[in-house]
């Protein structure tokens, strides 16, 4: 499970801080996107999406921000925990074609907790 | 990662070998797909299925194989391993909402 994680940009951030991580993506066509959450040895785990004729999504602690106009996507976690040590990706989805969704997967953020 | 069931977690193969991935679902999804994961990229799609006994190519075929025989399961074949399949391998159906994927947990599979 740690191979996966070389040569990622990595965040720390202090427990009880709050964590911001960024994701560019590369569609402009693309209507919806995901933040997942990605822990040692584990399979990815859906975060919090968001539609693209929104700006602003918010769930229990993360909250997703979506700036159309320079492709860019965020995802802040606030008071951070731990338990919220990760790898985090997110992901567009530029069209659903022949009855699927074949999205594009951004290569990641690694955040380290700090006690 | 409840919903998605992969077998084997960890595999071991010489160059030239053979295998199969399996991967179930809980669910009754049409569409399922596999994925690899390497250090430094995002997740690749090797195949998809859109339905019971269909299939197409995703970005990264080439040496696989896969096999939808019924709504539930969708295996990956390596007919000829060669180390640059050395990887973690990810099968995944839609989530409930049909927005996003639900993700198994993940077959490590290592070619020497």
């Known amino acids: 499970g740690e191979s996966v994680g070389l040569h990622l940009p990595t965040l720390s951030v202090q427990e009880g801080d709050n964590s911001i991580i960024n994701c560019a993506y590369s569609n402009s066509a693309s209507d919806y996107f995901i933040w997942y959450k990605q822990e040692s040895g584990k399979g990815p785990q859906f975060i919090i999406d968001?539609?693209?004729?929104?700006d602003k999504r918010q769930g229990q602690r993360v909250t997703v921000l979506l700036n159309k106009t320079v492709k860019h996507l965020s995802l802040q976690i606030a008071a951070t925990q731990p338990g919220d040590s990760a790898v985090y990706f997110c992901?567009?989805?530029?069209?659903?074609?022949?009855?699927?969704?074949?999205?594009?997967f951004g290569t990641g953020t690694r955040l380290k907790v700090l006690a | 990662n409840a919903g998605v069931t992969q077998t084997p977690k960890f595999q071991v193969l010489k160059t030239g070998q053979s295998m199969t991935l399996q991967c179930a679902q809980d669910?009754?999804?049409?569409?399922m797909y596999w994925y690899r994961q390497d250090p430094g990229m995002g997740l690749r799609l090797i195949y998809y299925?859109?339905?019971?006994?269909?299939?197409d190519k995703g970005e990264v075929p080439n040496g696989y194989n896969v096999s939808r025989l019924n709504k539930r399961e969708f295996s990956l074949r390596l007919e000829s391993a060669a180390p640059s399949q050395t990887s973690v391998y990810f099968c995944?159906?839609?989530?409930?909402?049909?927005?996003?994927?639900?993700f198994g947990s993940g077959t490590r599979l290592t070619v020497v």
């Open positions: 669910m009754n999804h049409n569409s």
């Open positions: 968001i539609r693209s004729n929104m």
């Open positions: 299925s859109a339905s019971e006994g269909t299939t």
């Open positions: 992901a567009e989805n530029p069209a659903r074609v022949s009855g699927t969704y074949k999205y594009i």
């Open positions: 995944a159906r839609e989530r409930m909402s049909n927005y996003g994927y639900t």
